[in-house]
């Protein structure tokens, strides 16, 4: 049940909008710059971005999408304070990229060591640049490829599917059998209800799955926890994708616990966990777990990068140094 609004009326009602956008302009500059001086003086996350409905990714394009504005408006200094919000938010706060491979160990377990390499160029244009032109075009480049790695690429999101659309994708995928021994539902929305239901479907198909990807999915500890039973009876999985949700540091513990036994995840060889809440580096027992079941000797699985266009090919890059027992 609901009023039906004329023409006449939503017009009146965006006008209205615009000028109360007009008319708080200053204030929300003024809340801006108070989250901007809240995480910088702070070293956990303020509990407004904890609670904010969206995936953590939605405000770090937005923030890059800032930087380009003021790049472009010559607000080298403005421009710089946001970057140092993004890093922080992505946890990805060292100064140098020598400092972090080698003086900080915990930064070898990096989640998502691409947005920090591209983070630590970013940061190099703009403090030590060249030419106007020559930095604002290589920066605003640097920025394109940080929204490119930190956003959906799924067939659904490159359709503009709607979200009652997306759905009735879901429950097509989810009726027949897997034509491949891989479950991709990147970037469908799945409530607690569709996270049953991909449970259900995994158990009752899941012999040959070895790849899921449900990054950018919205899910969060709860939901995963729940699928979690599932995909660790899968007996021939090996990659899975969970980047891009609003996952916290929370589920590492519930993910490490499964791991130690043996017949749970008893192929996995590689998890993505970036661009989430809170999550920026990996345990050591989990890596060491992952690592016990695959097959490489010497290296610890990390992350992985495709090109746009091209379907999934799923690449391990290794570190050199053997963890400690």
């Known amino acids: 049940m609901g009023s039906r609004l004329s023409r006449h009326n939503s017009l009146d009602r965006h006008s209205f909008s615009q000028k109360r956008r007009r008319l708080d302009g200053s204030a929300d500059s003024g809340r801006g710059d108070f989250l901007l001086a809240l995480m910088q ?8 971005l904890r609670r904010s409905p969206h995936s953590p990714y939605v405000r770090r394009v937005a923030w890059i999408q800032e930087i380009q504005k003021l790049l472009r408006d010559r607000r080298i200094e403005q421009a710089t304070d946001v970057l140092r919000l993004l890093r922080k938010d992505l946890g990805l706060e060292g100064t140098s990229l020598n400092d972090i491979l080698y003086k900080n160990a915990a930064f070898l377990n990096l989640v998502d060591p691409i947005s920090h390499e591209l983070l630590l160029s970013l940061a190099r244009e703009m403090q030590c640049p060249k030419k106007d032109a020559d930095t604002i075009k290589s920066s605003d ?23 009652r659309k997306s759905q009735a994708c879901l429950k097509n995928t989810l009726q027949k059998k897997l034509s491949s021994d891989s479950l991709d539902l990147s970037g469908i929305p799945l409530s607690a209800r569709d996270i049953r239901q991909v449970a259900f479907y995994l158990q009752a198909h899941g012999d040959r799955v070895a790849s899921v990807d449900i990054s950018f999915t919205q899910l969060h500890d ?12 899968l007996p021939k999985l090996s990659t899975l994708a969970l980047n891009g949700n609003r996952l916290t540091l929370a589920i590492l513990k519930d993910l490490s616990e499964m791991l130690k036994e043996p017949q749970m995840f008893c192929s996995l060889a590689w998890v993505d966990l970036g661009n989430n809440l809170d999550i920026f580096t990996m345990p050591q027992p989990l890596l060491v777990a ?9 290296s610890l699985p990390t992350i992985y990068e495709y090109t746009e266009g091209q379907p999934y090919c799923y690449r391990l890059e290794t570190s050199i140094e053997e963890p400690s027992q």
């Open 290 to 298: 992952v690592r016990r079941r695959c097959s490489l000797k010497s």
């Open 141 to 163: 480049k640097i920025c394109r490829q940080l929204i490119y790695h930190l956003t959906p690429h799924s067939r659904w999101l490159r359709q503009s599917m709607s979200r």
């Open 222 to 233: 709860d939901n995963l926890r729940l699928l979690l039973p599932a995909l660790a009876a």
């Open 41 to 48: 003086r702070s070293d956990r996350l303020p509990g407004m």
